[in-house]
């Protein structure tokens, strides 16, 4: 069965360092996304992805996030200069949109910034 | 902006049913799903409703949609200790690709 992977399964950085995570999307689908999911807390949307560029961004991501679609598979997010909060789980996602608009998550990549 | 509220933790014995509640604020959601998130994976799609559905059965699991009063339940029959983990309720605005998700509820199954 097609699954989204991602890629590391856990970093430790420190504070101040770049830090890229990256996702294969399932082949045939078209949207992608990023959540993230701070220890305990809800599963917080970050930004979708859609014809090679940004199609929703939420408020946390700001200017030190970036997304890219390098080639006809990756999918990664950028954090340009972690911070201490932006510790947490970070789950890609993508879907087909048509149908019941089901994301199809990774198992998501710890971030551990010190 | 939306919202979708749920409560955190729920604990049964094993063969009993489990009820999760969710409530949100977006009444054009066209569709709401439950996700499953076990230790240390992903998250599941275990089933989802649309909105113009009361209910919808799936084996053990029975969703149930109240638009009137936004509130969405998930019952488990017959619970098992493999259905511990944390149970998301989300939702899908019409015209928007993205889920907005609850804060998970985490359901213990003691034998």
């Known amino acids: 069965e097609p699954e989204v992977t991602q890629t590391p399964s856990h970093q430790v950085t420190q504070m101040g360092q770049e830090v890229i995570l990256r996702c294969v999307p399932i082949s045939n689908h078209l949207y992608f996304y990023w959540y993230r999911q701070i220890l305990g807390q809800k599963v917080e949307f970050l930004v979708s992805f859609y014809n090679n560029e940004i199609s929703e961004k939420s408020e946390i991501f700001d200017d030190q996030f970036s997304v890219e679609r390098p080639d006809g598979s990756n999918f990664t997010l950028k954090i340009r200069s972690t911070k201490l909060e932006d510790s947490a789980m970070y789950f890609c996602?993508?879907?087909?949109?048509?149908?019941?608009?089901?994301?199809?998550f990774g198992e998501g990549s710890r971030l551990t910034v010190l | 902006g939306e919202d979708v509220e749920q409560s955190l933790f729920l604990s049964v014995r094993e063969g009993d049913s489990s009820v999760i509640n969710c409530t949100y604020t977006d009444s054009s959601s066209t569709y709401l799903y439950w996700y499953k998130q076990e230790p240390g994976a992903g998250l599941q799609l275990l089933t989802y409703?649309?909105?113009?559905?009361d209910m919808k059965q799936d084996q053990r699991l029975t969703v149930l949609l109240n638009k009137k009063d936004k509130h969405l339940s998930l019952r488990i029959a017959d619970t098992q200790t493999g259905d511990s983990a944390i149970y998301f309720c989300?939702?899908?605005?019409?015209?928007?690709?993205?889920?907005?998700f609850g804060t998970g509820t985490r359901l213990l199954v003691s034998p």
């Open positions: 989300a939702e899908r605005e019409t015209g928007f690709q993205k889920l907005v």
């Open positions: 996602a993508s879907t087909i949109p048509e149908g019941t608009g089901e994301l199809f």
């Open positions: 409703i649309f909105s113009n559905m």
